[in-house]
């Protein structure tokens, strides 16, 4: 069922435009998905995120896996029903959530051991059982468990966890082929830090092992911007062109674009939805604070030619007013305009790649970037 | 502009089914308006509370002259453009809120001096000022000044109380003859506490005056619910049936039902929208705990019979996972179903009313009361 083709490549860029298809139905690439940690994208609806383009979305689950468990999402026989969301989802394994969230977390060779950070229950996260929970959630594309080091990190730790990852990849292979009808995907985690001699270590083991699609982990951990891009431009090469890309948890609107450039084409961040929690727009012109007194009585949207439901119903002046009196609408109306704004930037960016005119959409998109309107 | 016609009586009480017109549409009565203190129904979107069958919304006129004030409303000529709510609102005028809400208020006949619960800020609301905030707000139905007493109260204090609430009547009528082209309705507030006679003389100096509609305040103020009834029971016979009668803050869906069949047409209260906040969600059954652990992996939805939006696409299960999660969709979803309850409630009631079933519809309301399946 899962499959992905490239449709169109940019000539001066590694940009792409491609077509992955899941159980759920087809996504266009590059794509952009937002964060439904919790089998919800914070504060809205399923049909919120359908009308601002959202073609999928992130779960996760580390999360899903603890609260609500699988007991209960098998009740309704996976995410899809219980968070009435009926498009593609993808799930993380939880691999980078067990290191940033869970207490006193223990990794083996066997799997990782941890209490969890809501009520502090001893856990144990193998390669198997993720595998077996994302069986469970029925995500359309699953990924392998790994092993994310903080940065900075000796190459010594470095090379230990993604030797880890490789084989934790091999194993999350095997429960997969042997307890699904590989309808749905998985796709493989290439770790190495910052090290480029160790990101190609990491892809030569998942190559050997062989993936639906292939995910850079443990990039947008705290490295300079500019060593984020120069080991993703030494990475994304290395990774079969026929496969999906996948950076995982990056990034600005400017991340994307360059990211795209250098051959990515799938993104999850939070940024668009909890910047939108913490009143941070996204417009064309850069970010709007909409906690600015400029804002006081300003009849004007957010975007004057964004067509998300927030921009075509309400003025700056009435979402300061609602995000200073804290009401819960505030966050609801940011969030729309802020997936919209990411969705239909990566809409652009594959529209310009198909039309063969990407590098001047970069010029254009770069030019408007300076003093909000 | 303003109108209101009673279309239907009950033969044995005294419900009755009328229809409101004002300058942003028919009202349908009994109605019951959800809250919106701050320019919003507390995480409701308008499109939602318009699906949910809401006809009328409430603001508050201390709070919006507070926040944002009214300087940024008139940029938008009124509160129906600035929240993108186009039907008809009813403004409190804030008496209530300045004695229960603001630091240091001091009342004087010249009106209320107060500190901003927000900032500290000093403020006079006067009779005439309430009417120029609510002009400034566009309300379709506004309301007197009024001085509401605690519960309980002296003889002494709640005289006076009412004798101020007298003369600020007069003034504010004054204000809103000489103010307005009288599009907008003005209702009186009747006060006098759990006296009688004080109600009686109340209502006395209103009709002298005379309002497109009169309403009951200082009730559900922390009395006993058969006093509550009984100063009802009391006092609505009192109002002309010819106009509409208003009891303000109240209540339980069965207060609801009570007070219609006392006379009653138009309510308001925070119970349908704070409570779903709470988990708390009404339901022909009674009222159902989200967070209870039989929900965890409950497959139905809040009531199956419910066809509001929540229980069309959402089981208990994830309603009792979000709100256990804090997610911000919780509040929405539960807020939802409540207003819908509340609204079809008055809605079945009315036409009950119009059928002249009513005496059945309120034993079968009653019967249905017990243990949610």
């Known amino acids: 069922m899962f499959d992905f083709k490239v449709l169109y490549e940019s000539d001066d860029?590694?940009?792409?435009?491609?077509?992955?298809?899941?159980?759920?139905?087809?996504?266009?690439?590059?794509?952009?998905m937002p964060v439904g940690t919790l089998a919800t994208v914070k504060s809205l609806s399923p049909e919120e995120l359908s009308s601002a383009g959202a073609t999928i979305v992130l779960g996760n689950a580390y999360h899903l896996y603890l609260r609500p468990g699988c007991s209960?999402?098998?009740?309704?026989?996976?995410?899809?029903?219980?968070?009435?969301w009926h498009r593609p989802i993808l799930t993380d394994s939880g691999g980078f959530q067990v290191f940033s969230l869970a207490k006193l977390?223990?990794?083996?060779?066997?799997?990782?051991?941890?209490?969890?950070?809501?009520?502090?229950?001893?856990?144990?996260?193998?390669?198997?059982?993720?595998?077996?929970?994302?069986?469970?959630?029925?995500?359309?594309?699953?990924?392998?468990?790994?092993?994310?080091?903080?940065?900075?990190?000796?190459?010594?730790v470095t090379d230990e966890a993604l030797n880890?990852?490789?084989?934790?990849?091999?194993?999350?292979k095997e429960a997969w082929e042997n307890n699904t009808q590989k309808e749905n995907a998985l796709f493989g985690i290439a770790q190495g830090g910052m090290f480029k001699d160790l990101r190609e270590k990491s892809i030569d083991a998942l190559l050997e092992i062989g993936f639906s699609g292939y995910a850079i982990g443990g990039l947008s951990v705290g490295e300079p911007k500019d060593v984020m891009f120069e080991i993703s431009d030494f990475t994304l090469p290395k990774?079969?062109?026929?496969?999906?890309?996948?950076?995982?948890?990056?990034?600005?609107?400017?991340?994307?674009?360059?990211?795209?450039?250098?051959?990515?084409?799938m993104f999850d961040c939070v940024l668009p939805t909890r910047n939108a929690r913490n009143g941070q727009?996204?417009?064309?012109?850069?970010?709007?604070?909409?906690?600015?007194?400029?804002?006081?009585?300003?009849?004007?949207?957010?975007?004057?030619?964004?067509?998300?439901?927030?921009?075509?119903?309400?003025?700056?002046?009435?979402?300061?007013?609602l995000y200073l009196a804290k009401e819960l609408l505030a966050y609801r109306l940011n969030t729309i305009h802020n997936v919209y704004y990411y969705v239909n930037l990566m809409w652009n960016i594959r529209s310009a790649v198909c039309a063969g005119q990407f590098k001047d959409f970069?010029?254009?998109?770069?030019?408007?970037r300076g003093v909000i309107p």
Request: charged share 25%; glycine share 6%.
């Open 13 to 32: 860029t590694r940009a792409r435009a491609g077509l992955l298809q899941t159980l759920h139905g087809a996504v266009e690439t590059p794509v952009f």
């Open 281 to 321: 727009l996204f417009t064309p012109f850069g970010t709007l604070n909409i906690c600015n007194s400029r804002h006081r009585d300003d009849t004007d949207p957010i975007d004057p030619e964004c067509n998300c439901y927030t921009c075509r119903n309400y003025s700056r002046a009435y979402l300061r007013h």
């Open 362 to 368: 970069k010029e254009a998109f770069y030019k408007k």
């Open 72 to 84: 209960v999402i098998n009740r309704f026989a996976g995410l899809h029903k219980f968070m009435n």
């Open 239 to 265: 990774l079969p062109d026929t496969k999906p890309k996948y950076i995982m948890g990056v990034g600005t609107p400017e991340d994307l674009i360059e990211l795209v450039s250098l051959g990515a084409d």
């Open 164 to 172: 880890l990852t490789s084989c934790w990849a091999q194993r999350c």
């Open 105 to 156: 977390s223990r990794i083996t060779e066997k799997g990782v051991a941890f209490q969890s950070h809501i009520d502090g229950s001893s856990h144990l996260l193998t390669p198997e059982k993720v595998i077996e929970i994302q069986i469970c959630l029925g995500s359309d594309i699953m990924m392998c468990l790994d092993d994310c080091v903080q940065y900075p990190a000796s190459r010594d």
